[in-house]
């Protein structure tokens, strides 16, 4: 992700490596979105205190659950236009809890769905 939104064409991050279903079309809409408001994010994202929250192994894809804090705090956003940090919400939450299902593919696990809570942690 941290490429995806780092490119404004769009197009770095291999990010269908990592992501399927709706977490790949909601990443590569998200991304547009913010590239058509002339924005790209720089810097890391961080990923904490990840828990498997629920598994089903016995799928015939095996699929697990996994909360985390997600920590947004040292991405910055950029107008691409002006070169300056974009206005941000001051109540902005920069550390997070998210939500995702991952599922086991021939080629690796794949996010599938990514849902952030909206709380922080």
Known sequence: ?????AD??????????????????????????VHD???????????LNTTATAADLQ????????????DISRWKVMN????KPAALPSGRLTKFVAVSTVERWPKGWRVIRNE??????
Do not use: F, W
């Not at 291999?14 to 979105?33: E, G, H, M, V």
């Not at 952030?116 to 942690?121: D, E, L, R």
């Open 37 to 47: 408001r002339h924005l790209v994010h720089t810097g890391d994202v961080s990923v």
């Open 116 to 121: 952030p809570q909206g709380k922080p942690c």
């Open 80 to 83: 691409t236009k002006t070169g």
């Open 1 to 5: 992700m941290e490429k995806l939104y």
């Open 59 to 70: 799928r015939k894809i095996p699929n697990v659950q996994l909360t985390s804090c997600l």
């Open 8 to 33: 404004i064409t769009g197009e770095a991050g291999d990010i269908d490596r990592y992501a399927a279903s709706t977490a790949l079309s909601s990443a590569r809409s998200d991304a547009k979105s």
